[in-house]
């Protein structure tokens, strides 16, 4: 929970119209949102979550998606913020629907390269094994990560610099925080299931984070709004960028 004193996130707003909050991912921060070219009619409050970016100065991380949530829900409640919309990159949408949970100002949820199910066993042991590697040698573990998030990593060598530049600045204390946090997060399939018209999943069809297969099994069994994109793995901002403009402004309305 937060205490008294707890600073808000560092954010940017642009733009005007209806209120979109968009949420980066693990490792990322609100420039990954550049690459989207969103029309002036929507309101872009673009946010870094804890750790990340230029969000607190100590540089910590957070011990659960929920805690994330409190903090991203603090920072619009001082902007005065209501009745918003969320886009959540991987770890931005864990948040969103943290979110969605605890707000009713919340109103829909894009999911993009996301999902809502809890990390298995094998997942949880490999989030620690990333938690323990950074640690250890946080630039190794940058080198190797990072480019495997692309469908091709080579045709994005500016976008994978880039990020890889960004990470190098996070503490890396607060990465492994980060990484235990997300592999202890609930499954809010149960939630998704019940909220069908208020969430969109983009899915990248390549992605090499979010399996495919099990998110179109998820979607044949919970009906929520699914937009597939070809030759994209997990940073469709980057890979396909038109089309997650166009999927995301067609479900907003």
Not at 158 to 180: D, F, R, T, Y
Request: aromatic share 8%; net charge negative.
């Amino acid at each position: 929970m937060l205490r008294e004193g707890d600073q808000y996130l560092n954010y940017s707003v642009s733009g005007k119209g209806h209120p979109v909050v968009f949420l980066h991912g693990f490792l990322e921060s609100m420039t990954m949102w550049d690459f989207l070219d969103f029309p002036e009619n929507i309101s872009q409050i673009r946010i870094d979550l804890p750790g990340h970016g230029s969000s607190l100065n100590d540089k910590k991380g957070c011990s659960s998606m929920k805690e994330m949530a409190e903090y991203v829900k603090y920072t619009l409640q001082r902007l005065n913020i209501d009745c918003y919309d969320i886009v959540g990159h991987s770890m931005g949408g864990y948040v969103a629907l943290e979110l969605i949970k605890i707000d009713k100002n919340c109103q829909k949820v894009v999911l993009m390269n996301s999902n809502f199910w809890s990390d298995d066993m094998k997942k949880q042991r490999d989030r620690k094994r990333v938690a323990e590697i950074v640690v250890r040698n946080k630039m190794l573990f940058l080198y190797e990560a990072i480019p495997n998030l692309f469908l091709d990593p080579e045709k994005n060598t500016e976008a994978v610099q880039g990020l890889i530049k960004e990470a190098e600045a996070m503490n890396a204390v607060s990465i492994a925080e980060i990484s235990i946090a997300m592999s202890k997060r609930n499954d809010l399939s149960e939630l998704v299931t019940d909220k069908t018209d208020r969430i969109l999943v983009i899915q990248g069809v390549e992605d090499s984070i979010v399996p495919v297969d099990r998110m179109r099994a998820a979607q044949m069994k919970a009906g929520f709004a699914y937009k597939e994109l070809s030759n994209c793995g997990h940073m469709a901002h980057v890979e396909q960028p038109n089309e997650v403009i166009k999927a995301t402004l067609n479900f907003l309305g």
